[in-house]
């Protein structure tokens, strides 16, 4: 497949730098050098490979050599090996493949039978029933994997079979689960932050706490959404589930008892200062491992597979990094970040209006890339817009703005074309895209009123990560 592919790619990555070499040599002959033609020509590159369909991070690269090439005198090639390099290099980065690990090894587990037993008399009796174990299964499993897809797929294949045989509203059923799954990329370990924290040189420590307080926010409002379609469509109820005692409901909630320890050893060991994300990622891949042998799953055909998983998703996301951070140099060397940024300063937009355009460019960006592929396509260009003192003022910081861009990129799980999320209930459901999308649309608007949450009280983001000790290197 590989081997296959590669001349196709290669040609269309070729194609576009007879695209820009032509117009960068049209310009050259008319003598004309404005930014804005530069930066238009760039992103149309861009775009091109973009659509194109060849891999994101080829496709990165791809347009920072033109740009290199075409809008610099420096050496394309030696100013790529030094920035992918120095890029890839990052110990905080060890992080990542590490939560991707845990997250593949317990998605191999029974952690999600275990979950829904637990959860099941505690959720069964509350307005909505059932469907509040979507919700809370998908919170619990977010906070020990950091990956939308696997807390999805985690909790789904549980839930979905369980709530279908008591005669929930499908409508109900998957859309409640599509929402709640994108809590794994605002929870932490999140995948999300630990990029953005690279991509703008962050804690990971602080982006980590300050995205619990929003992701129990927004878990709060999906089960209020819930709640509430009890209360008013009561002709879609299914029949009440029996009574449990407390003694039953005690004992139940054993089998959460394991992944609750998993739980406050990763978060808590960098919460106390303990431990540096890398560190809180290899006591969670212990952990996992140990939980994985206590419940029998673990043997060398799970371990293998687990592995592979993350070698190949962290494969991805290195090579999506690579290029964008060789992006970000040629970006910088078309002095568009600076001229974007000075151009806004000279219609002096409010930090409101500002944030409500951001809000919009995300939802329709997210609509074509994936959220770890927006988040560093577009920090370049965004961080010197928002990282300025009017922002401050208002209480909107860099781990603010984090988790901001993290609850936006969210809704790109869910819409389409290209939600990730969407694709991955269609394969477990069979149910086609514009009714998976339709059923996921309550959680969208939810989504933006969190956004608006956020721009009104920052201090949901900002309060927890600024009060809490910072272990070594955090």
Known sequence: MFASDLPRRLAVVAAGALLAGGAWALL??????????????FLGVLFFLLGSGIWIGLALMGVAYVGMAAFTGRPAGDAMITTIWTSSSSWTLTALPLFIWMGEILFRTRLSEDMFKGLAPWMARLPGGLLHTNVVGCTIFAAVSGSSAATLMTVGKMSLPELRRRHYPEFMTIGSLAGSATLGLMIPPSLTLIVY????????????????????VLAAMFMGYIAAWHLFRRDQRP??????????????????????????????????????????AAIGVV???????????????TFARSL?????????????????????LSMGFTGLPRALAGWLASHEFSVYTLIA?????????????????????????????VNIPAFQEVGFSMIWFGIFVTVVIEMAQITPPIGFNLFVLQSMTDHHMGYIAKTALPMFLIMVLMVVVLVAWPELATWLPETTRQGPGG
């Not at 050259?28 to 020509?41: E, F, H, M, Q, S």
């Not at 690279?198 to 706490?209: A, G, P, Q």
């Not at 809000?359 to 817009?385: K, R, W």
């Open 197 to 216: 924290g690279v991509t703008i040189n962050e804690s990971i420590s602080k982006l980590f706490i300050a995205g619990i307080v929003p992701g129990l």
């Open 308 to 328: 592979m998983g993350a070698v190949r998703t962290s494969a991805m996301v290195a090579f999506i990094l690579m290029g964008a951070a060789f992006l970000s």
């Open 239 to 280: 029949d009440p589930e029996p009574k449990v005692g407390l003694a039953e409901k005690v004992r139940k909630a054993r089998f959460l008892i394991p992944v609750a320890g998993l739980v406050l050893s990763v978060i808590g060991s960098m919460y106390l200062g303990l431990a540096t994300p890398t560190e809180a």
């Open 28 to 41: 050259a002959a008319t003598g004309v050098d404005d930014i804005w033609l530069k930066a238009a020509i």
């Open 357 to 385: 355009a951001l809000t919009v460019f995300y939802i329709v960006i997210g609509c074509f890339l994936d959220g770890i592929s927006a988040v560093v396509l577009t920090m370049a260009v965004v961080e010197p817009m």
């Open 287 to 301: 952990g996992a491992l140990v939980l994985a042998a206590a419940q029998g799953s673990l043997n060398w055909t």
